[in-house]
């Protein structure tokens, strides 16, 4: 750690940073004494702080999105961001596939000269040299139940949720002309601004008086919603059916929604339900 000075004692940031202090013998304080809360140290370092904090939600943010949208990613592009240890946290132990959806193993490293490194499926460290890779949605993983048992054997820990991503197939006992699905419909809340605070902090926006999550998949877009409610905030209210539509809203039959759109509509459909107060009153996890 490097350690600057303010006022009497000395501040820096831990391995976990988070602003520890030691006094002038250099005995490591419980926390910050309240007296050099503003001094420049450490108010830089509170700063600093939540800039790394908002830089690692933006890194996960944005690989989610390259996986939800099964995006490209150029092999430069890795080899720029790898040595980032937030992008590098995000990036690590994930699945990904060549341009023919084949699974090319676990990401370990990227480098301009080295190229791609990977765990491949027989357990080898590889390195290819690919333009780009993907990181396929779990739902398009044919073997997804094999991938998950290889991924627990070798230990990994993924920063972002793809393997042990919740997914959701569409049966085929569906009805394909339908507009509507109604498995998470009915979900009472005592409260409006309780759903809706559910659903923002899951990362759902809100509009209209709906939960929506947009999905690119095979170059078209398409919007997931759930019905939350438009009324007085302090009102009960309850999670209505889940619908896709065209970004213009134009509800699309569930015959032609695409399963990563499907997958993530239920996913956010099954997670706002989930919240829903129940028969003994308690709170669903």
Same mark, same amino acid.
């Given at each position: ?50 800039? &790394? ?17 099964? &995006? ?18 995000? &990036? ?83 009805? &394909? ?109």
């Amino acid at each position: 750690m490097g350690w600057m000075t303010a006022g009497d004692y000395e501040v820096a940031l831990d391995e976990t940073g988070k602003v520890v202090c030691r006094n002038g013998k250099g005995r490591l304080l419980k926390s910050v004494p309240p007296k050099i809360a503003d001094e420049p140290a450490v108010v830089g370092l509170r700063q600093l702080t939540e800039w &790394l904090e908002r830089h690692e939600r933006d890194c996960r943010d944005q690989v989610e999105n390259w996986m939800t949208r099964s &995006l490209p990613v150029p092999a430069a592009v890795l080899a720029r961001v790898w040595p980032d240890p937030a992008w590098r946290a995000a &990036l690590q132990d994930l699945v990904v596939t060549g341009d023919d959806g084949t699974v090319a193993g676990f990401l370990r490293d990227a480098d301009d000269e080295r190229g791609i490194g990977l765990v491949d499926l027989d357990g080898d460290t590889v390195r290819v040299s690919p333009a780009q890779i993907r990181i396929p949605h779990p739902v398009l993983l044919e073997d997804l139940d094999e991938l998950r048992e290889f991924a627990v054997e070798l230990g990994v820990e993924q920063g972002v949720q793809q393997l042990f991503r919740e997914t959701y197939v569409r049966g085929a006992d569906r009805d &394909l002309s339908a507009k509507a699905v109604d498995d998470y419909e009915g979900g009472t809340f005592k409260e409006l601004r309780f759903l809706v605070g559910r659903a923002t902090s899951l990362g759902y926006r809100v509009r209209g008086g709906q939960a929506v999550l947009p999905v690119l998949e095979a170059g078209r877009g398409v919007e997931a919603r759930v019905w939350v409610g438009d009324y007085d905030g302090y009102e009960e209210t309850e999670t209505g059916p889940l619908t896709w539509t065209t970004p213009h809203g134009a509800a699309l039959p569930l015959g032609e929604v695409g399963p990563v759109a499907w997958s993530e509509g239920m996913r956010m459909a099954a997670a706002l339900y989930a919240g829903r107060v129940l028969e003994d009153t308690e709170q669903a996890a």
